[in-house]
């Protein structure tokens, strides 16, 4: 089973930019397809972005939350998924996951094999 360790969260301001990355380790990271999703307290997991092992075209969610701000992106050599995430806004603040499924509906949450703890990004106005 593969464990994974999200980092890159903080406290920045509204505008401003993160890179969240997330480490996959103790499976072939290539056999994965790798989703992103977020929670904000008393919110539903949301799903922010997904890509396949090849890191063919990505699948980024449509909703415009995060449409054209947010780019999913890995490196297998590293075995590192990442979430470039710009303009970041207040709303934005929540607990960032990352997770690995085998064979899934990139933005069904239920179906992922994996998850990471998440980490925490904090968006001040």
């Known amino acids: 089973q593969v464990q994974l360790v999200e980092s890159g969260g903080g406290l920045v301001q509204s505008g401003d930019s993160l890179r969240l990355s997330c480490v996959a380790s103790?499976?072939?990271?290539?056999?994965?397809?790798m989703g992103w999703f977020r929670q904000a307290p008393g919110k539903e997991r949301e799903f922010i972005a997904a890509?396949?092992?090849?890191?063919?075209?990505?699948?980024?969610a449509d909703s415009d939350s995060v449409k054209g701000r947010f780019t999913i992106s890995r490196d297998n050599g590293k075995n590192t998924v990442y979430l470039q995430m710009n303009a970041l806004k207040p709303d934005d603040t929540a607990v960032y996951y990352c997770?690995?499924?085998?064979?899934?509906?990139?933005?069904?949450?239920?179906?992922?094999?994996?998850w990471g703890r998440g980490t925490q990004v904090t968006v001040s106005s």
């Open positions: 997770a690995a499924c085998s064979i899934c509906t990139p933005s069904n949450p239920a179906e992922y094999d994996a």
């Open positions: 890509i396949s092992w090849s890191g063919g075209i990505p699948d980024h």
């Open positions: 103790g499976g072939r990271f290539s056999d994965y397809e």
